[in-house]
């Protein structure tokens, strides 16, 4: 239990028969952000390779929370593997097996063995927006510079 408890949400975890065994997402230390989630399949991501790798789960975030898939760093770093659409998106409405999107951009074939951490899942909270038309916007001092525009 942490020293300083954090604000906590349930979110139901319902386990597939292909992941039955493995280790439900978990935090690794205390001052972690993100739980990390295991691979239920093997693999050899192959460099340039992207794949859906199957986690074994399902879950049911509540309403009004989304859970983000962010990669590991260490694979990042030393294999070049990562998690291309970061972060995806788990929305509250999903009820399918999640699958991590991951993608090979080292050299060497990525092995991806059956309990392997491959990415870290963190819940966070959504807020809906409405958009408003209007004729023009207020100005700022940046204005409409972007893409590098307030320098190096």
């Known amino acids: 239990m942490p020293s300083h408890p954090l604000p906590t949400i349930n979110i139901l975890l319902k386990r597939l028969p292909h992941g039955e065994g493995l280790p439900a997402?978990?935090?690794?230390?205390?001052g972690a952000?993100?739980?990390d989630v295991v691979?239920?399949?093997?693999?050899?991501?192959?460099?340039?390779?992207r794949h859906a790798v199957a986690t074994g789960f399902a879950m049911a975030i509540?309403?009004?929370?989304?859970?983000?898939?962010r990669p590991r760093s260490g694979l990042?770093?030393?294999?070049g593997v990562t998690v291309p659409n970061t972060p995806g998106t788990i929305d509250s409405d999903y009820r399918g097996e999640l699958k991590i999107i991951m993608i090979n951009h080292g050299a060497d074939a990525f092995p991806i063995r059956r309990g392997d951490r491959i990415a870290q899942l963190v819940p966070a909270p959504v807020q809906h927006a409405r958009f408003a038309?209007?004729?023009?916007?207020?100005?700022t001092a940046r204005g409409a510079g972007g893409f590098g525009s307030t320098g190096v």
């Open 25 to 30: 997402p978990s935090y690794t230390t205390e």
């Open 33 to 35: 952000a993100g739980m």
């Open 39 to 49: 691979a239920a399949e093997e693999l050899d991501l192959a460099p340039g390779q």
């Open 62 to 69: 509540p309403p009004g929370y989304e859970v983000q898939v």
């Open 76 to 79: 990042a770093l030393k294999h």
């Open 133 to 139: 038309e209007v004729e023009e916007l207020d100005g």
